[in-house]
């Protein structure tokens, strides 16, 4: 099982749509989860940090379940600019090494 | 805004070449880290660094690879001998630390092995 697995994608959607990326992880001692986005040939930048109680940033909402090792990220009324690569990241206990999934891509078009 | 600075941003060598790429971390950051992220693949860990020390390393930062704190602000990785596999872009992240995990990226440094 990968460390961290998500959705192969990608993602066709239109402007306005509602959309959802999953993802699972394998160490159930993992501490810390976060979503980032990457454009094309660009460095990861942070969406959001993902918390037991679930939390919500504007068009975008990030849940975790520690039980099932799941965690997903939702994006409400999409935007032409939310186009990009959505990467699942979990780091263990201290941060001291953060774990990657290979990303969804997600296009979303006029 | 505070940020990771990378450079060279394009780094080209030839196979067996040493190569040293550097990172500014964010001033008051404590923890740093350097990933690769091979062409169409996924961003990989390579390293952490905390206390001037290795922190964790993954299996694919061998006895080729070191990291090094030399001063107060820049964090390097050296590649001693490199191999055309080497290529990819390589990113150093800082974070805070003591609770506050989040990492910044730099933008990167393009390593092209021929």
């Known amino acids: 099982r990968k460390e961290v697995e998500q959705d192969p994608g990608p993602f066709n959607v239109p402007e306005g749509a509602t959309v959802a990326f999953n993802c699972t992880y394998s160490n159930s001692a993992s501490q810390s989860f976060f979503w980032y986005r990457q454009d094309c040939r660009k460095e990861p930048k942070l969406l959001m940090s993902v918390y037991s109680s679930g939390n919500e940033d504007g068009r975008f909402t990030a849940q975790l379940n520690r039980a099932s090792q799941y965690i997903s990220l939702l994006i409400r009324d999409s935007k032409l600019s939310d186009s990009a690569t959505y990467l699942c990241v979990v780091g263990n206990t201290g941060g001291f090494k953060t774990i990657f999934g290979a990303g969804t891509r997600l296009f979303v078009k006029a | 805004e505070p940020e990771v600075t990378q450079t060279p941003s394009h780094q080209v060598t030839q196979m067996g070449q040493e190569v040293i790429l550097r990172c500014v971390p964010i001033?008051?950051?404590?923890?740093f880290y350097w990933y690769r992220q091979i062409l169409g693949q996924k961003v990989e860990f390579l390293v952490s660094f905390y206390n001037n020390e290795i922190s964790e390393k993954s299996e694919i930062f061998d006895d080729q690879f070191s990291v090094e704190r030399p001063d107060g602000s820049n964090f390097t990785l050296k590649i001693r001998s490199t191999k055309l596999e080497d290529s990819a872009m390589y990113f150093c992240a800082s974070s805070g630390g003591q609770g506050e995990d989040i990492q910044y990226f730099g933008a990167g440094t393009r390593l092209s092995v021929l």
């Open positions: 001033s008051n950051h404590l923890y």
